[in-house]
Structures are given as structure tokens and as C-alpha cells.
T-cell receptor, first 114, second 114 residues
Framework: KNQVEQSPQSLIILEGKNCTLQ??????????LRWYKQDTGRGPVSLTI?????NTKSNGRYTATLDADTKQSSLHITASQLSDSASYIC?????????????FGRGTQLTVWP | EADIYQTPRYLVIGTGKKITLECSQT?????MYWYQQDPGMELHLIHY???????EKGDLSSESTVSRIRTEHFPLTLESARPSHTSQYLC?????????????FGPGTRLTVT
């Protein structure tokens, strides 16, 4: 069964600190992995997208890594800001369908305190 | 920011009422999607469309129906709302066929059925 598991479920950090969110997946055959940020009451917004051949990608203070062999990804947030408080969702796409079906994790709820 | 819009943003309605959730995008995307998301849970695909006059059911069974008469418009209808339909509904769109392309999400509609 194709699944995407994220940890931790929730995380509280102080403003200015770094943090790392984890994503493990069993989706096969793998196409790409995306990290989205979802603010409360809003739709998800894409942060990064990585294919099989990419093992790291940055977007400002966000850096995603991918290990396709172990089927693990992480999202590292540097120098956190209050506006980083949101749910971060790991999404994996498979190659087994024309739709490019997306498999969503439940997200990590990040809270940044001043 | 993605040009995809949803109305209403919030809706509280009584059991048995017919409702239509609107979704429109100005990016000319062929593919459109409806997802359902409960608090703290992953997004579930309930409907998708490859283009005009194309609609398919997603992974999660839903009593809702959709139509795609125009490229830019993908409304979702519930003929008789029930409390079990209470959830957040997210609309998304993407360019056609390539699995690596981005899905752009609307802000969502928070539906409460009393």
C-alpha cells in the first residue's frame, strides 16, 4: 500500500532556531516528492519538488533532501520566523498512473514562538 | 501566488440543503481536482478532471458531484448536505499530463453542516 508518513506530528520551536521535519514513504514506482506549506485555513503552497535524481533542493530558508534508496526525505528550516508557523506536508507522486497520483502525508504542525 | 479561487470560503448550512462550491482558475490549466481534508488529516482526492466534459471519481468515495463545462470552472455540488459532509474542500489545478508539474491549490471552503 502506498503511504507517506511524517514525523513529528507537531513541533514547537523558538524564533530563530533551526528545525528538521521528516518524511518516509513507500510509494512505488516513485516519480517525485514535494513539500508544501499550509497555513491555517488556506490551501497548500509548494516549497520544493524533487525527482529521483535530485538529493537536495533549496528555497530560501527551506532545504529539502531526498534519499530515494531509503525512501526518506527531510525539510530543514533555518533561522525560523513566526510566519513559518504552519503545517508542512510531504507529498509523493507515483509513475504508475497517467494521472500522476499524489499521496499526501498528514503533515507536521510547526509552531514558532517568539 | 496561484490564480485559483474558491467561493464561499466558509459555509454553514442545515441538513438536507443543496450546495455548490465554486472553483475557478485563470491559468488555462487542463487538469483540475477536488480534495477533502479533515483537521489533522491528509488530503483525499474526491474528483478530478482532465479537461472540458471530463470528470472522474477520486480515491475517496464522495456523495458529491462535479461538472466541467468550461476549462476555468470546476464546481462541486452536494444535492443533500449531511453533518458527515462537514470538512474542508480544496480545489487545485495543474497543466496537463506531466507528473512533475505543480498542483496549485485554492484557499479552500470550510463547510459545516448542522
Amino acid at each position: 500500500k502506498n503511504q507517506v508518513e511524517q514525523s513529528p506530528q507537531s513541533l514547537i520551536i523558538l524564533e530563530g532556531k533551526n528545525c528538521t521535519l521528516q518524511c518516509n514513504y513507500t510509494v512505488s514506482p516513485f516519480s517525485n516528492l514535494r513539500w508544501y506549506k499550509q497555513d491555517t485555513g488556506r490551501g497548500p503552497v509548494s516549497l520544493t519538488i524533487m525527482t529521483f535524481s535530485e538529493n537536495t533542493k533549496s528555497n530560501g530558508r527551506y532545504t529539502a533532501t531526498l534519499d530515494a534508496d531509503t525512501k526518506q526525505s527531510s525539510l530543514h528550516i533555518t533561522a525560523s520566523q513566526l510566519s513559518d508557523s504552519a503545517s508542512y506536508i510531504c507529498v509523493v507522486s507515483d509513475r504508475g498512473s497517467t494521472l500522476g497520483r499524489l499521496y499526501f502525508g498528514r503533515g507536521t504542525q510547526l509552531t514558532v514562538w517568539p | 501566488e496561484a490564480d485559483i479561487y474558491q467561493t464561499p470560503r466558509y459555509l454553514v448550512i442545515g441538513t438536507g440543503k443543496k450546495i455548490t462550491l465554486e472553483c475557478s482558475q485563470t491559468m488555462g490549466h487542463d487538469k483540475m481536482y477536488w480534495y477533502q481534508q479533515d483537521p489533522g488529516m491528509e488530503l483525499h482526492l474526491i474528483h478530478y478532471s482532465y479537461g472540458v466534459n471530463s470528470t472522474e471519481k477520486g480515491d475517496l468515495s464522495s456523495e458529491s458531484t462535479v461538472s466541467r463545462i468550461r476549462t476555468e470552472h470546476f464546481p462541486l455540488t452536494l444535492e443533500s448536505a449531511r453533518p458527515s459532509h462537514t470538512s474542508q474542500y480544496l480545489c487545485a489545478s495543474s497543466e496537463s499530463h506531466n507528473r512533475g508539474v505543480e498542483q496549485y491549490f485554492g484557499p479552500g471552503t470550510r463547510l459545516t453542516v448542522t
